[in-house]
């Protein structure tokens, strides 16, 4: 036995004591009866009731055969809507998380455009010092080798 049939049995031994005052005048039954033929009649008895059933067949059917049926109808509908809500909740959780991503990706291309320009001012102060260095050297360095060229000679 599976979990939906061990629920769907359970769900049938507990049924409600309104839900049997209900049922004398018998307006409840039907409108369970109804809601079943119409899930047959919409080609989802399989998926909902567990088997393949005609309209004929619930017509077919005593007052237990139907409580039965009807609790193993909502059971599976109370399950499938949790499904479903399961998934939007995923869905939802993964948009958010990709919001987050791109938010992150968007901070990423900042601080590399950051760093870029910091390395081009770097750059910049370097070429500009060794430059500064160069000149340098050449105003101190060319008149002492000129210096040493006459003096040897």
Request: contains cysteine; glycine residues 4%; hydrophobic residues 35%.
């Amino acid at each position: 036995m599976n979990a939906e049939e061990l629920l769907s049995e359970q769900i049938v031994e507990n049924i409600n004591i309104d839900d049997e005052a209900s049922e004398v005048n018998g307006s409840l039954q039907e409108k369970k009866r109804e809601r079943l033929s119409s899930v047959v009649a919409g080609g989802s008895s399989k998926q909902y009731l567990g088997k393949e059933l005609q309209l004929s067949d619930i017509d077919k059917m005593t007052t237990e055969q139907i409580n039965k049926l009807y609790c193993k109808y909502e059971a599976r509908l109370g399950a499938s809507m949790t499904k479903t809500l399961g998934n939007s909740f995923i869905n939802l959780y993964v948009m958010g998380v990709s919001n987050n991503a791109n938010e992150e990706k968007i901070r990423h291309d900042k601080a590399i455009e950051k760093l870029e320009k910091a390395q081009q001012e770097w750059n910049k102060r370097r070429t500009q010092r060794l430059d500064f260095i160069n000149e340098q050297l050449q105003r101190n360095i060319m008149p002492n080798i000129l210096l040493k060229m006459l003096t040897k000679q």
